[in-house]
């Protein structure tokens, strides 16, 4: 019996522990789901920061070559230092669950984690490069100022060794800032304002002054100086003051557009004066009357023009003053003008009057009209109301058909009654 109890007792051991164990299978396989999962979104979030990350500082990488003016080793470096970023993402940009993989056997951190820590390198030089370029922009802002100038005005296109002169001048600049010799840089910064001052200087004077000296020059060469002396001393003063000016001020472009305009001016003057001057060289035995008419009938045309006068009979001086006093008086007399003619003030007045008045007739039209429209509907409201009103009395009043026979059944009863009571003899 002892047998069969102990037996007994074991099976159902037995059996509790089977069932214990087919109860914790599901539990622990679904647990082990759950953490599948977890770690799965995990590895998927790590990758997606990752990704963010390189996007990010590949926008700014891009901008940083820009900056190897400031410091060309401190670019190279920070370069360097993004390669090596660079090359750990590439190794898990295509497979996100790498990413939290072990870098290497002789790392103890994934692969995400070598990119984060050497992007925090690369960080680490490019805010030690903005650094330097804050440094560098505020202390060389005129020679930075300066040199963009010079390329806006084109100044390597016209004095192209003077400009990488002062190129490699400017560049240098900045090698003592990255040095951290300051005071160096400003020394060197105030020379190289005089000589980037100095070329642009001489890239205006290249431009709006050369020309007009070798025009001088070839009238000179042609004889212009000895045929008329006084017009090409003329010329030449214009252009010395031009030439001062551009010198004084050469980024006064409106100054300077003056100065070169008055040079053209006398330029043009020399030219027709020696003209004219051979002009009157070239005629032969003195016979110079044909010329003297000739200018005489141009002022003839003059005063024709302004009075229809004959002058001819005075000498050609007291023709051109009186021309010159007739003018005087013409532009005195347009300048006392008024702007406006009074008879058309006077006209535009009346118009306007006219349209005050049409404009205030418009407006009684429309209140006439506004009272018209209000009667209207007054008279279709009275209407509406009498044909009301004649539907409640038609409603109320006895109908004539009705009441007129029984007004003569009435009078027939009275007739016999007055018969039966009055019987004929």
């Not at 820009?66 to 898990?92: C, K, Q, T």
């Not at 008879?343 to 349209?355: D, G, I, P, R, S």
């Not at 049409?358 to 509406?384: C, F, G, H």
Request: proline share 3%; with cysteine.
């Amino acid at each position: 019996m002892k047998n069969i109890t102990i037996s007994g007792l074991s099976i159902a051991l037995a059996m509790s522990l089977t069932a214990c164990q087919s109860t914790s299978e599901p539990a622990q396989i679904a647990s082990e789901t759950n953490q599948a999962q977890q770690q799965s979104t995990n590895t998927l979030q790590i990758f997606e920061k990752a990704k963010s990350d390189y996007t990010q500082w590949l926008r700014k990488m891009e901008e940083s070559q820009s900056f190897r003016l400031y410091s060309s080793d401190l670019v190279d470096d920070l370069f360097d230092a993004w390669e090596e970023a660079v090359d750990v993402y590439a190794d898990f940009d295509a497979d996100p669950e790498k990413a939290t993989e072990s870098y290497s056997l002789f790392s103890s951190g994934t692969y995400a984690e070598v990119f984060d820590k050497r992007l925090g390198e690369v960080a680490a030089l490019h805010a030690e490069l903005l650094t330097l370029k804050q440094t560098a922009d505020d202390l060389l802002a005129e020679a930075i100022t300066e040199m963009a100038y010079l390329d806006a005005i084109g100044a390597e296109e016209v004095f192209s060794s003077r400009y990488k002169r002062i190129a490699k001048e400017y560049r240098s600049l900045f090698v003592y800032v990255a040095d951290n010799d300051l005071d160096d840089a400003q020394l060197k910064q105030v020379r190289f304002l005089k000589n980037a001052k100095s070329l642009e200087v001489a890239v205006v004077l290249k431009r709006n002054i050369e020309p007009l000296q070798k025009e001088l020059a070839l009238l000179r060469k042609e004889g212009f100086r000895s045929i008329a002396p006084i017009s090409y001393a003329k010329a030449n003063a214009a252009l010395d003051q031009a030439a001062a000016t551009v010198s004084a001020e050469p980024r006064a472009e409106d100054v300077i557009e003056e100065a070169v305009f008055l040079v053209n001016f006398e330029l043009d003057h020399l030219k027709h004066m020696g003209l004219e001057v051979k002009r009157f060289k070239s005629v032969n035995d003195g016979k110079f009357e044909p010329l003297i008419l000739a200018l005489e009938n141009q002022i003839h045309r003059i005063s024709q023009a302004l009075d229809q006068q004959d002058l001819r009979n005075k000498p050609i001086k007291q023709q051109t003053d009186l021309l010159a006093g007739q003018a005087e008086t013409l532009v005195k007399s347009l300048k006392n003008k008024p702007d406006v003619d009074p008879q058309l003030m006077e006209l535009m007045a009346k118009l306007e009057e006219v349209n005050s008045d049409l404009s205030n007739t418009e407006q009684q039209v429309d209140v006439l009209s506004a009272q018209v429209v209000t009667l209207e509907a007054k008279k279709a409201s009275d209407e509406s109301l009498i044909d009301d009103l004649r539907m409640v009395i038609d409603t109320i009043k006895p109908d004539e058909a009705k009441v007129k026979p029984a007004e003569n059944s009435t009078s027939v009863s009275d007739s016999e009654a007055v018969a039966a009571e009055d019987p004929k003899v």
